[in-house]
T-cell receptor, first 113, second 111 residues
């Protein structure tokens, strides 16, 4: 695998379900990000992790719970979501202390029914 | 946060035509990236260009940081260029390089 990978690519879940999104970067980066892309809205940052420490939570509801066990992996745990949470969730990584040029994964398209 | 405005919002071209996409931003930046989002949602890195000019094949970009704008040029458009083009910027005070995105330019190239 190269670059940034995300699984699953598509997810349909009910409002009472619990699921997790996974992101893995193979670029040797040390900062990782979750972004949300909703229809007709700009991409918006959700969380930033650096060296496994969360450094920003962009006013995201608690039904989204991130986890970064090491510098290569990032998870987004989902529970009791709402239909308006349906969106494309994108993971990105960059190298802290360098240019911060970000590279994105292919995204997980989430539908909440 | 930094405001990012992209224009035009939509662009329809015949194959072979040239185009210019613009990105204006509201504050000083130390990161500016252009992306192409393909139909499956993947953001493809085109340029990392906080200042200056770069070229990659039929694509080139120029950022004039002092005037807070960037331009993406596409020459000899092909149908495979279709998709949404995003400009994203990061400010000097931004947490760990967080990016602020514009709303994108939807490009459609007809054969």
């Amino acid at each position: 695998e190269t670059g940034v990978t995300q699984t699953p690519r598509h997810l349909v879940m009910g409002m009472t379900n619990k699921k997790s999104l996974k992101c893995e970067q193979h670029l040797g980066h040390n900062a990782m990000y979750w972004y949300k892309q909703s229809a007709k809205k700009p991409l918006e940052l959700m969380f930033v992790y650096s060296l496994e420490e969360r450094v920003e939570n962009n006013s995201v509801p608690s039904r989204f719970s991130p986890e970064c066990p090491n510098s290569s992996h990032l998870f987004l745990h989902l529970h009791t979501l709402q239909p308006e949470d349906s969106a494309l969730y994108l993971c990105a990584s960059s190298h802290r202390g360098s240019s911060y040029e970000q590279y994105f994964g292919p995204g997980t398209r989430l539908t909440v029914t | 946060g930094i405001q990012v405005e992209q224009s035009p919002p939509d662009l329809i071209l015949q194959e072979g035509a040239n185009s210019t996409l613009r990105c204006n931003f509201s504050d000083s930046v130390n990161n500016l990236q252009w992306f192409h989002q393909n139909p499956w949602g993947q953001l493809i890195n085109l340029f990392y260009i906080p200042s200056g000019t770069k070229q990659n094949g039929r694509l080139s970009a120029t950022t004039v940081a002092t005037e807070r704008y960037s331009l993406l040029y596409i020459s000899s458009s092909q149908t495979t260029d279709s998709g949404v083009y995003f400009c994203a910027v990061g400010g000097r005070g931004s947490t760990l390089g967080r990016l602020y995105f514009g709303r994108g330019t939807q490009l459609t190239v007809w054969p």
